[in-house]
């Protein structure tokens, strides 16, 4: 198998890795401050992206993954239901890597050192649930119904001294289950606007492959859902 284009997802790594391919990962996981242009107003925010990289056959290659957000004017608890949320979709993809033969090298900030700081706050702050829990509800009989709401979202970027302005393609689930209504929200791919040019329909194809694979769940589970796309 031949390399014609850069990685830019974990199924991309695995394939490549089955096809008999020379996979390196390195995985750092960060949180990152945003400010989110909400119709005129400044929301302080951060996201939680772990960045991938190494080389395939000997050549580089990188690319990023969000796996949550949280508004910093909500302090610990909205923070707390974010590292929660990322936690679990994280550690499933180092799952998958590692499944598929690719050792992870973990560097800078890990997963688990952002997690340790959070322990014991479930008692505080109650559990978690991702969007898995009420699939595995549904397949155990219960009634689910989820409704996806697209949202595209603007926001700057810091990370040292400047500032990139990012688009991100954003979902809010609203799952109703046994009677109770819970949002939960995913970022599915995101690019800078000044590449907007080059990067958005790959990465609008992106966010589409990651819904179609999460709605193909939702067939198989029996949960009503009105599918979106961006």
């Given amino acids: 198998m031949t390399l014609h ?30 400010e989110i242009d909400d119709s005129g107003n ?12 190494g080389t395939i056959d000997g ?46 090298e973990k560097r800078r900030m890990t997963l688990e050192e952002i997690v340790k700081k959070f322990e014991g706050m479930q008692e505080t702050y109650g559990p978690t649930q991702i969007i898995h829990d009420y699939i595995d509800m549904a397949r155990q009989g219960h009634g689910v119904k989820i409704d996806p709401v697209l949202n595209i979202m603007s926001a700057q970027e810091y990370i040292d001294n400047y500032k990139i302005q990012r688009i991100f393609l954003m979902v809010v ?5 046994q009677g109770n ?30 819904l179609k694979i999460l709605y193909n769940e939702f067939d198989n589970a029996s949960i009503k859902c009105e599918k979106q796309f961006f």
């Fill in 59 to 104: 050549k580089a290659y990188g690319f990023r993954k969000c796996y949550a957000r949280a508004c910093s004017d909500q302090h610990c608890a909205n923070m707390y239901q974010a590292v929660m949320t990322a936690k679990p979709y994280a550690y499933a993809d180092y799952d998958k890597l590692e499944r598929a033969g690719i050792v992870l």
């Fill in 181 to 210: 209504t819970h949002q939960h929200e995913r970022c599915f791919a995101c690019y800078s606007k000044d590449q907007e040019a080059i990067e958005k329909k790959e990465k609008v194809t992106i966010a589409n492959e990651r």
């Fill in 5 to 34: 284009t850069p990685p830019n997802r974990i199924s991309d790594l695995v394939s490549l890795k089955q096809n008999g391919l020379s996979v390196t990962c390195q995985t750092y996981f960060e949180i990152v401050p945003l």
């Fill in 42 to 53: 400044s929301v302080r925010a951060f996201i939680f992206l772990c960045r991938y990289g």
């Fill in 173 to 177: 689930f609203g799952i109703t289950c």
